[in-house]
Structures are given as C-alpha cells and as structure tokens.
C-alpha cells in the first residue's frame, strides 16, 4: 500500500479524491467529501474500489507536479517504448461531480491498461453495470456514475478494464460523472474545456493571495489545499479529506475528519483573511449563523458541511483499514463533547473578521451575545479539551485560556467595533478578570515551572503554546517564556513536538501512542520567534516544510523514526498553521491570533 504521502489531493470544492504515485485513485467520495466512498483502497484492497491507469510495461521512471497554481495533477510516466503525460482534475462544479483524466502521448508509443472497480458505499456494494446514454453505467441504490470515453472498455471478473496506445501527440480522455439513480445522467462534459476553465478557475484563485513574503510557493500551495476543502455552497470548511488514516500504523486512533470542525474552520478562516480571500471568510460567517443557529446551549464543536448535527460514529468491518489499522470509522462521536475553546475560536474569528473590514451584523452580534452569556455559566466545569480525548473530562487549562479569548474579544467588539451590548461589557470584563487570574493561579506549576495541561497536573501540553499567540500573556512574562522551553525540552521527537506524552498518561483514554502534530510543531516556531529565538524558530519552520510531500501537501502527524506522514490527509490545521507561521517569520505580525 502506497505511503500517505504519496498521494496527491484533488478537488472540485465539493467533494476530493486521492491518487497514487502509481495513477490509482484509490479514494474518492461522491457527491460530497462526507459521502460514501465509491473507491475505498485507501483503507481497504484494489476490490475495495479504485480506478488505475498504467503502462502494460515495465515503468522506468515517474514525476508529478501540479500545474502550476491549481490542483491540476501531471504524472509523467516514461518506459521503454515513450513516454506518457497522465493529466487529473475535477472540474469546479454544479450539481454533478467529475474526475476526468486524460492520457497524453509525449514521445514514442505506450500501450496502457485500465482498471476501474466501482464500489459504492465504502467498498461494499457491487454496482450493475450497463451500456447506455453513450457511456457505460454503474448503478447501485442512490448513486449512479457513468464513464464516458472513446476508448473500447470490457468487463472482467467484475471489473471495467481496457487497453489502448497512446502515441506521441495523442490525447485519450475519460470522464466518470456521477449522477442520481434515479435521475438520466447529465450532458457530457467536454475534458479539454474543462481542462481549460480548471486552470483558470485556479490561477485566478491564487493571484489574489496577498502573501509576498518568503516561502510564497509554500504559502500559496496551502492556501490552495485549504479552498479544496472547502465546501462551496455553504462555505464549509472540512477538517481533512479522508477518515481513519491513522495517528499510529496499525493502531486504533482512526478517526473521521470529513465534517466542520468550528476550531479548524475558524483558523482556516483567519488565514484566509490575512492572506485577502475575505469572500471566503464572508461565506464562512455565513455558514456558522446557519449551523450554531437556535438556542447557544445546543452548540456543537462540529457540524457537517451543510450545518448537518447529526454525525452519528460508526465502524466498518469489511475494511481492513490503512495498513491493518482498524476500526475504520464513519462519523464523529466528537460531536456530543463539551469543549470550552471552541467559544473563544469563534469569538476571536469574529473579531478579526470585523477588524478585517467584514462588518458586523446584528446578527451576528446576537449569536456572540448569547454564545458569551452561556459561557458565562458554564466555564468553570470541566470539559473534553482542544484534543478531544475520550477519558473523563478535566479542568484543562487550555479551555479556560480560551474561554477568557472569548470574553475578552466579546469586550473588544463592544469597546474597539462600536458593536451594541453595552449593557453587558461591566459585567464580561468582570469574568474575563476572573478566567484570567484563575489560569494563572491554578494552571501554572511552580515547581515545574510551566502552565500544565490540566489544573493540579504535572503534565505537559502543546495547545499552551498558543498563550501568547492569543494574547493572554507576552512572551516577556516569564511563566510563559518557561511553558515554552518546558514544552521544548519534553515534548520533542525526533526534531519535533507531541501534542502531550500520550503513553503512561490516562487523560485521552486510548491505547498506543501517535506521532508528532505538526500544528504545535508550528506553534513553538511561533513562540521561538516571538522569544528572540528567530534563527531557531527559521530553522525549525524549514525543518517542517521538508516534510511536506513532492506536492507540498501536509497529513496531521509525522513518525520522526520511521520517517512518514500519519493521519488524515491533507489536514486543513496543518496547512493554516504553516501559513500562519510564514506570515510571523515574514515579519507580518501575529494579528491573525492575538488582539
């Protein structure tokens, strides 16, 4: 099975796919990146669904890059005979999604093969496949996809399979269109157009950036990941484009990461706004006040990307999973959890939209208000905390951090954005006070000298690093300038940081252990930066940019001692954070996170 990072990530800013360095999609979701997959070899075998282009012969040698500013996909694949040009994208797009792929001839004469296995529902379900409407059918309950293509395809042992030349010059399209059973297929596309209106979907797209810094291929690149996953209807942005690509191999620490996470959506969105992409923001905003909308005790931490609540966790039995890493699952028990930073997120976004120049509405204004007065009963209880971990709840000190983000921009908006709620700014800078004195009261370990993961503890956290990054003490202050160096010398790995020592400690109630998170990686270049320390924090920042594949595409968690990327791929945190971190080092400031 291909590494993690051997895949490229492709999108049509509603739905993904993933494609091996060998030309096999093995994952894809139709319509929508939390759909059923139609191709499952990314957690399963090749019969669990996957579509593959090869040379009948021998490969001598393969490269890949995206063309130019867009997820356009070119592999170049050379043999003996020539050479071929394996071209991939899916078309931005209305009501039915695309992949088309298009072999072009580069020198000589290739003969290739096809492969296509359809697998509707995570690899389970064999479609009944037909000739008919000019393509060839696949039908199985709800979803339909036809493959429409000049080439010749046959079935073997339920299978599409077909070979064909390729000579030099030579353009050989496929299209796979998925449609509604019980719909007629749409009109056929034309591939070069779309080729065509792709790139320039694309390169319009990332002209806006305004990063001119350092590191701008890498900044745009990211910024490119993070609008694929995107949901564009709605504006929802997506964790990650796959489920249960696991945190340890072979190990239970799978999860789903296709839905909407308020935190990971919030950070997407300030990086977006720094980097100028306000419409983004502005949809974003849109889809919060439709998610959260009703009363602010029904508040959850995660949403599907059409404000969908209900993301019920299940497991599948006939996937053996990434590289025997079980249990795949779908859905997000996550969502019933009670996390306190989530208000202070999205109260921060808020603020910085607004700083942006994205006005308030009143609206808007309406759900902060009643997201502050449900905090303010509520923030002294313990919660499950930024990490989601599934022991018991804790007075972690990260969330009360946050909760004081939350009161203290609550206080900001109404003092700095002339927003109404006059009448409860007395009484929010009153609890702010409190949060805050009550971190440093109880959060900070004098005799280990650093602020620990949960009151009373002795533990580490990495989520502490974002103190002075949200502003709730500089970097100045000695107890933060100790959390650093602490977090520095015992929770690095192999050059990098762990969230927290996940083996012999109980607080996330899993087995095994995982590898090293790349955000708080991120985090503690920041914080180097922020310190003094700016060639450490540079050299750290180039040390994480290495890891990036041949694409520039990040997964959540690196293995420093077997040298590979873990979890699920591309992670939208991973990517906003290496944006945040060039804009530091560039000289840009902090305003994405702090006051």
Known sequence: MAKIEDYAFLSDTQ????????????WLCFPRFDSGACFAALLGEAENGRWLFAPANEVKTTRRRYRGDTLILETEIETAGGVVRLIDFMPPRGENPDIVRIIEGLRGTVRMKMELIIRFEYGHVIPWVRKKHGGLEAIAGPDALILRTPVETRGENLTTVAEFDVTEGERVPFVLTWFASHEEPPRAIHPEHALEQTEKYWTSWAKKCGHEGPWREAVVRSLITLKGLTYAPTGGIVAAATTSLPEEIGGVRNWDYRYCWLRDATFTLVALIEAGYLEEACSWREWLLRAVAGSADQMQIMYGVRGERRLEEFEIDWLTGYENSRPVRIGNAATKQFQLDVYGEVLGSMYRAHRAGIESSELDWRLQAALLNFLESKWKEPDE?????????????????????????????????NCSGGEHLERWRKVRDEIHAQVCAQGYNAKKKAFTQFYGSEELDASLLMMPLVGFLPATDERVRNTIEAVERELMEGGFILRYRAQGNNVDGLPGTEGVFLLCTFWLADCLHLIGRTEDARTLFERLLALRNDLGLLSEQYDPHVKRQLGNFPQAFSHVALVNTARILSGEGISSRSA
């Open 15 to 26: 739905t993904s796919a993933l494609i091996g360095r060998d030309g096999s999609v093995d």
């Open 385 to 417: 905390g930024i990490w989601e971990v599934r022991g018991s709840r804790r007075q972690f000190t990260h969330s009360k951090m946050m909760a004081w983000v939350a009161f203290d921009r609550g206080v900001k908006l109404i003092e700095q954005c």
